[in-house]
């Protein structure tokens, strides 16, 4: 995989530091570039429902994959073939620092497909912005609000001496704090809290846990334990079983690139449903999966923790799981927060044919 950050966005799209524009700015970059039939479709005109080729698409990534989302590399990679897209490897794979430096490196043209936190797609289309949503690669997570001892419980977070720490409004991160903290009844969200620090990585999230840089913070499972052997660490809440219609992370695109290349998104989807039901259905192709794919597996205890979590759970999406609930759910949540400020549906944030497709083509 290569790691993008903001200055090296800059760089190869040849905006200058006054020319990286935020999420509410994007609009005018999409005018400015990538705007084109060729670009936007990343060939020649085709018809609206494809012409039927299957390209090696351009995926951007938010953040480096983990063992509880293996799906959105494990798919094309493992699984794609089987679906007649071109052999892709890790390095067919770009991770950005931050959702808004990939949102707009989709604008200008450098990626085609966007994986990312469900809010962050969905922010960029309640901008007006031309993006829609065909398939999940993880619909919950092993997330944990993890906390040190000065935390007994999540009401303690509006303490003005407790530092929680989050990532941006609108990233996984926080929309994932924001459900739990919802789900358990706690009577504030992330904007109420008094002392908060943005750290976008959690496994830097982690860390600062572990040295008393924070005393609160949204972690995976493994990242939770590592920080444990600096700093007594426990659990206040965990997303996979407080939140049962999250929808976590999903692969969006612009509706012209999805006209253009139906088969293309279909055969993604279907790789991601395939490897999900593989990486399910047997630890040692999940072991070997993660130890192929992942820069830093988990050492073999925390793997079966986070395996058992998958196992029991709603976490991978076996049967496509693009469902009208999960979504209206994330569009209430995101209203709730106070991020989605227009009248989004379902049915404007979905396209749902790369789905039918790909059920399609798995034979359900």
């Known amino acids: 995989m290569v ?5 090296e966005f800059l760089r190869r799209s040849g905006m200058g530091a006054g020319g990286l524009v935020m999420l509410g700015g994007l609009s005018s970059l999409l005018a400015a570039c990538g705007d084109s039939e060729d670009d936007a479709g990343g ?27 293996l799906p959105v590399i494990s798919g094309p990679i493992l699984a794609g073939a089987q679906f007649k897209l071109p052999k892709m490897t890790i390095d067919d794979f770009t991770i950005f620092d931050s959702s808004t430096t990939l949102s707009q490196s989709a604008l200008s043209g450098q990626v085609q497909i966007v994986g990312q936190s469900t809010m962050a797609n969905l922010l960029l289309i309640d901008k007006g912005l031309p993006f829609k949503l065909f398939t999940p690669y993880t619909l919950s997570d092993d997330f944990v609000i993890a906390a040190n001892t000065k935390v007994k419980s999540l009401a303690d977070m509006k303490n003005p001496s407790i530092v929680v720490a989050s990532d941006s409004p609108g990233g996984a991160g926080t929309t994932i704090m924001d459900a739990m903290l919802k789900a358990n009844n706690a009577g504030f969200l992330m904007a109420d809290v008094p002392k908060k620090v943005v750290i976008e990585s959690s496994g830097e999230r982690a860390s600062a846990l572990g040295s008393g840089d924070a005393d609160v913070t949204i972690i995976h499972v493994p990242q939770a334990t590592k920080a444990g052997k600096t700093a007594d660490v ?13 929808l976590k992370e999903t692969y969006a695109a612009r509706s012209d690139w999805l006209d253009k290349n139906m088969e293309t998104a279909a055969a993604v989807t279907a790789s991601v449903i395939q490897s999900s039901r593989d990486l399910k259905a047997n630890y040692g192709a999940f072991d070997s999966a993660v130890k192929q794919l992942m820069e830093e597996p988990p050492d073999e205890a925390d793997l079966k923790t986070v395996y058992d979590i998958i196992q029991n759970n709603d976490l991978y999406p076996v049967n496509g799981d693009l469902t009208d609930e999960r979504t209206q759910y994330m569009i209430d949540l995101g209203k709730e927060e106070g991020l989605i400020k227009s009248d989004l549906t379902p049915d404007k944030v979905l396209d749902r044919r790369p789905m039918e497709r790909a059920m399609q083509l798995l034979g359900n």
């Open 43 to 69: 060939g020649a005109k085709n018809s609206a429902s494809g012409d039927g080729a299957i390209v090696k698409p351009k995926i951007g990534l938010s953040s480096t994959p983990q063992a509880s989302y």
């Open 3 to 7: 790691d993008v950050n903001r200055r």
């Open 234 to 246: 426990h659990i206040l809440a965990r997303l996979w079983e407080d939140v049962p219609s999250f």
